[in-house]
């Protein structure tokens, strides 16, 4: 049974400190996602791909986030430096890309605490 | 963009009673809308979905309906039981944006008291 992974689960770190989130999309799958989960604002993009490519990631705050796919097994999400408000559960999708249907499957998860 | 409303943000249902939770979309061109179940820490997955050219599925006790001249459609949970306790969420496919963007409702957290 192919699953979305991510590492690491569970991240607390300090404000200013450099913070790195790791996603493996599905074998085959082309297209990755990552989402911000927070009470207030419920599942937000932050950006996508697709073979790789950045396709949108106008929903990330440009300053300070950072996505990118070095290769079609390794999705990263980068923030620095972290801030508090960045404290959120971060969610790694992966998807044939399928037009008009494309199943999202989605990772386990980081939590990020930031102090 | 596509826009998607979902209702309520939350229920609560006695056990072996009926949920119902409503979605609205805005741009007639989506053709695709998937359910996702959350629950508590864990991932959200796909639990049904539907495609613009059949009006409804079921899946044992999940159905999904859909009306596209309204553009909402709903998903209806029967016999409802403690552990259908989650977040759900409803998403809608843009085709008029790069294949593959879904948008989501803001959830709905359902809770079944047994």
């Known amino acids: 049974d192919a699953r979305v992974t991510q590492t690491p689960r569970d991240k607390v770190t300090e404000m200013g400190q450099e913070v790195t989130m790791r996603c493996q999309p599905i074998?085959?799958?082309?297209?990755v996602f990552w989402y911000r989960q927070t009470m207030m604002q419920g599942l937000e993009l932050l950006a996508y791909?697709?073979?790789?490519?950045?396709?949108?990631d106008s929903g990330m705050p440009k300053d300070r986030f950072s996505a990118e796919m070095p290769d079609a097994t390794l999705a990263t999400l980068k923030i620095q430096p972290s801030e508090p408000r960045d404290s959120a559960v971060y969610f790694c999708?992966?998807?044939?890309?399928?037009?008009?249907?494309?199943?999202?499957?989605f990772g386990p998860g980081t939590r990020l605490t930031v102090l | 963009g596509e826009n998607v409303e979902q209702h309520p943000s939350t229920l609560s249902v006695q056990e072996g009673d009926s949920a119902v939770i409503k979605c609205t979309y805005s741009?007639?061109?989506?053709?695709?809308f998937p359910w996702y179940k959350q629950e508590l820490g864990k991932r959200p997955q796909l639990i049904i979905d539907?495609?613009?050219?059949?009006g409804e599925k079921k899946d044992q006790r999940i159905a999904v309906t859909l009306n596209k001249t309204a553009k909402h459609f709903s998903l209806h949970i029967t016999e409802t039981q403690p552990e259908d306790s989650a977040v759900y969420f409803c998403?809608?496919?843009?085709?008029?944006?790069?294949?593959?963007?879904?948008?989501f409702g803001r959830g709905t957290q359902l809770t079944v008291w047994p």
């Open positions: 741009d007639s061109a989506s053709n695709y």
């Open positions: 791909f697709r073979n790789r490519a950045p396709l949108d």
């Open positions: 074998l085959g799958h082309n297209t």
């Open positions: 539907i495609r613009s050219n059949v």
């Open positions: 998403a809608a496919v843009y085709r008029g944006s790069t294949l593959g963007r879904l948008y």
């Open positions: 999708a992966s998807g044939l890309g399928l037009a008009g249907a494309d199943t999202q499957y």
